[in-house]
């Protein structure tokens, strides 16, 4: 089995959209017997990167009303499955419910990390400034609730 | 936690579709719109940068497709640098592009079409969908799918990088080459993946062809759209993907246009409407006459369907036999039936297959020389190539240094948009009689917009993967009768 997994996601051209992948990278490296990962794909493109993992921890930007652009929110959610109009709407917890379904190697434990920005977004490589400069602190908090929850469910050695 | 939970981390900055149907009196369907509402400035964005970075910026414009973008990009590069591919670096691309087509035409397949054919268009939302279609054909086809995709993601992953977002495309050729010891894996990948074609097409028939009621549904004049047909040819008109000369047939099938993709100005016009985000396109010849069908329109369709109503032929033998049983059953050509799309994807991955398996025997697959390093930069460059869902232009303008002073993209989805606007309305109309429709005719509806299998992302150029659909449908005096998103809100 693959050691559990941190993936940050959102798309590196979409300003603060990308902060999941900026946290991961002020993560790499830094969280024992974790593996850290960036990526934009969205659907089926994370199947295979997501399976075969006791834990998945997943950071990415949210849009979420009356929260301070920043603040970090954990979620929690039981895959559903809905029915498709686009091949692009293969959704995180789409993906969950196909792999259970087809008895693949699904993480048991999972956690994402809504890290909230502005509703607007544009074009541009760099987060905004305000975002950027609480990127440390966002990564602080995740690397250590991923400790604390693995510790928790004895994942730790792994 | 779990109620802080409204939105789907995935989704949330998705572009935004709605389809907006306008009843009559009597209940039955006036009018329908596919709007778009989201952002444009991807161009922008771009301008003053060194061109050579198109290719690692613009395959994250979607999170599902950025394979067609890429290499549109790249041979963008080629153009502007002067710089055609060496042999082997043709090879090496094409051979990349065509697994991407293989692993991009069996999501649309099993995901989006097989719901409705396998679960019935009038099933439940909740079983109509690829869970549906697994419980009742079997884990195993899931796992066969999963499998080819994965193969074939590998094989993009060797050749450019991250898979299946490529990034490592250059004027002239590619980053790497391919050993012999890797071609013997890619030869098995391309065998298997033609047995997996040929499997998924028998499913097709078995699911669709033998059951009347679907054939009908195909052939059934609510689904048809008489317009025009673009898509690239190679030599004998045959059916290209990579490179080759963009044709257009008019709705009886006549050629109207052949010509190189540096000349898509030309032939191809583009305008804004104040009701969407897209920038529609029309044939500059015979000229815009509003949305229109039959002899004389300016609307076209690109994609699967397109392709097999512009070529000829195909130049593998098993694709070809599939082609020529296509118009057997559907009819002379051009078909105009939108749900035959779905077949005409098969087509095409079977196709792919085929091209990989003569390229993997190909022996100067593996020769070093992958790179023309003749580059001599012009300033202007068009790079074109057959993307799974239509073909894709990127036009790149650039200063005497190489920074981008001009990009302009058409994408399969804006070739699209107008089709797709009129698609709808017409299955609105076959269909929806009355002010209070049934979930299942609405699913009807949609299926006409499923078949082209349209991205936003791609379309506005903004955003990465996810895309939610909202319907609403307005009595004549505009009030509100119903609205129905998908996915659902959570």
Known sequence: MKPPLLLGMGSPILSDDGVGLYVCRALSGKVPGVEVAETFLAGLGLLEIITDRPA????????VSGKTPGSVFVMEREAG??????SHGVGFFE??????????AMPPLIRIYGVAIEKAVSFSEELTPSLSAKVDEIAWFVRRDIQETLGREGLLAL | MARQIT????????????????LDDQGGVEDAYWQVVELRGFEKFCLGRPAEEMPRIVPNICGVCPSAHHMASVKALDDLYSAPPTRTARLIRELEYNAFYI????????FLAAPDFVMGPEAQ????????????LGTEIGAKVIDIRKRNRDIIRLVFGKAPHPEGGLPGGVPRGITEEERETIIKTADDSVAFAMFALELFKDLVLKNEKYVDLIKSPSFSLATSYMSLVGPDNQMALYDGKVRVVDSDGKQTALFAPTDYVDHIGEWVEPWTYIKLTHLRNPGWHGFTEGPGSAI???GPLARLNVADRIATPLAEKERQEFFTVLGKKPVH????????RLITALSAAEQNQRISREPDLTSKDIRNMKLSLKKVGVGCVEAPRGTLFHHYETDDQGLLTRVNLIVATQHNAAPICMSVKKAAQGFIKAKKPREGLLNVVEMAFRAYDPCLACATHHLPGGMPLTLVLRDRQGELVEVIRRPEEQ
Do not use: C, Q
């Open chain 1, 81 to 86: 499955f809905l029915h498709l109009f686009s």
């Open chain 2, 300 to 302: 076209y369709r690109v």
């Open chain 2, 103 to 110: 692993e991009d035409h069996y999501i649309h397949f099993f």
């Open chain 2, 7 to 22: 939105i789907n981390p995935i989704t949330r900055l998705e572009g935004h579709g709605k389809i907006e149907i306008f």
């Open chain 1, 56 to 63: 998945l921890f997943v950071v990415d930007a949210a849009i």
């Open chain 1, 95 to 104: 993906l969950l419910a196909l792999g259970k379904t087809m008895d693949l």
């Open chain 2, 337 to 344: 039936a939108t749900l035959a799309n779905h077949w005409a």
């Open chain 2, 125 to 136: 939302p909740a079983h109509r969908n690829i869970l549906g279609v697994i419980g009742k």
